[in-house]
């Protein structure tokens, strides 16, 4: 008798576990993002982390080409030295060297430059003393935003500030509402107040490499 009540009773179970299978993994993924998003939120933009907002899943379509971990460089002539401004060393580092490229480029093409022809890569900023300095070094030019070296890598569905240095993100200096309410997932040095934007990284902008 117990074996006759036993087996409708699993199968009972059975059709019960699949109902919550098929049930629960959407429940799951919307809890999951809004925990994420409110996590961020209150804490992540301190350490350069950032939820992803409906800005930056459009853009990452349109930044997906962007890769700073190519062996291999696109084939980018060097800048003549009349289109560059070389400015050397500052308090932090004495032995950096600073260049000023005035020729726009994209971000990607701007960062290949920086290795191929400066062995380096687009500037990493560490601290206000260097952000000052190379906001009066961009001030004459006729552009509005220069690229430095900061990408917002994304990964699931949050995403996180770096540098194509590898060197750590410990100084950030944002315009007013960046860089949550930024498009796109690459970092432009503002030419008047020396602030940082997001901007897409397809855009054609003057840059800035360290070596």
């Known amino acids: 008798m117990k074996h006759h009540l036993l087996l409708p009773l699993l199968l009972l179970g059975t059709v019960a576990a699949l109902h919550l299978e098929n049930d629960d993994p959407q429940l799951d993924i919307q809890v999951t993002q ?8 209150g804490s992540g933009e301190q350490e350069g982390e950032l939820a992803l907002t409906d800005e930056v899943i459009q853009s990452e379509g349109e930044e997906a080409e962007v890769s700073t971990n190519q062996d291999t460089f696109e084939h980018e002539e060097c800048p003549r030295e009349e289109e560059t401004i070389e400015l050397s060393g500052h308090p932090g580092c004495k032995t950096c060297r600073y260049f000023l490229v005035r020729t ?6 701007a960062e290949n430059v920086c290795r191929r022809c400066y062995g380096g890569n687009l500037v990493s900023i560490h601290s206000s003393g260097l952000n000052n300095r ?3 070094l961009i001030r004459g030019i006729n552009q509005g935003q220069v690229w430095i070296g900061g990408i917002l890598e994304v990964w699931c569905w949050c995403s996180r500030f770096r540098w194509t240095d590898g060197s750590s993100w410990n100084f950030r200096y944002w315009a007013s509402g960046q860089p949550r309410n930024g498009r796109g997932r690459c970092v432009a040095l503002c030419t008047r107040g020396g602030h940082w934007r997001r901007v897409p990284c397809s855009r054609h902008l003057p840059f800035i490499c360290s070596s």
């Open 134 to 136: 190379l906001q009066c």
């Open 34 to 41: 809004a925990d994420l998003i409110q996590v961020v939120e």
């Open 104 to 109: 726009p480029r994209t971000f990607r093409k």
